[in-house]
């Protein structure tokens, strides 16, 4: 257990809804990544927020958004779902906001969309 | 732009060594990971290695070379739970990103 926690688990939707992805990350860190991972494929860096500021991007869509809140949890909204954003979405968290800092996993937030 | 490779699939006998290679190409790189995954479950932290060398973790040990853009993982008295991805990840010292390879799925047989 990395300390980590993302919800819900499972996520079954249907194309054009909107959703939301929660994590907290574990007590003490102050960094939250997000990632998507779709079958076979490696992880995408998404986004990093760092005590509550968006720290560097990736390559996230437009109709995704993202936001820390001060208590440092981090929620990941996806709107205008399509089939190809069927993936796992993790979570990480790390103490610091530079990139050499090692990254903690949530268990993922399995997104099925219909 | 960045690029990591590494190989897609690898097999290995049970109490065998096995090397996972990693080439990347990046700029401003700042250190590498090694992650493991296994199948539907969250990735663990293996190694981070900065300077250039092995380092050895029981088990697992990590090489890096910086001038040739090169790592490779290393696991020793290969176990059946050993059955894993391997992610190699880059992190960058100006985009603050860590960029993550497709990985490379390890097959360990009886």
């Known amino acids: 257990d990395s300390g980590v926690t993302q919800t819900p688990k499972h996520l079954i939707t249907a194309t054009g809804q909107r959703v939301t992805l929660r994590c907290s990350p574990r007590?003490?860190?102050?960094?939250v990544y997000w990632y998507q991972q779709s079958l076979d494929q490696g992880l995408q860096f998404l986004i990093q927020?760092?005590?509550?500021?968006?720290?560097a991007k990736g390559n996230i869509l437009e109709r995704f958004s993202a936001q820390q809140f001060p208590d440092l949890h981090s929620e990941l909204n996806l709107s205008s779902l399509e089939l190809g954003d069927s993936a796992l979405y993790f979570c990480?968290?790390?103490?610091?906001?530079?990139?050499?800092?090692?990254?903690?996993f949530g268990p993922g937030t399995r997104l099925t969309v219909l | 732009g960045q690029n990591i490779d590494q190989p897609t699939e690898m097999t290995a006998t049970e109490g065998a060594i096995v090397q996972i290679n990693c080439t990347y190409q990046?700029?401003?790189?700042?250190?590498l990971f090694w992650y493991q995954q296994h199948a539907g479950e969250a990735p663990t932290f293996l190694s981070y290695?900065?300077?250039?060398g092995l380092e050895e973790k029981g088990r697992f040990s990590s090489f890096l070379s910086r001038s040739k853009g090169y790592s490779y993982l290393l696991l020793k008295e290969l176990q059946m739970k050993d059955s894993a991805s391997y992610l190699c990840?880059?992190?960058?010292?100006?985009?603050?990103?860590?960029?993550f390879g497709a990985g490379t799925r390890l097959f360990v047989k009886a």
């Open positions: 990480a968290s790390s103490v610091g906001r530079g990139a050499s800092n090692e990254q903690f």
């Open positions: 290695n900065v300077l250039d």
């Open positions: 990046t700029s401003g790189f700042n250190g």
């Open positions: 007590s003490g860190d102050l960094s």
């Open positions: 927020y760092y005590n509550g500021e968006e720290r």
């Open positions: 990840a880059v992190s960058n010292t100006g985009g603050f990103k860590t960029i």
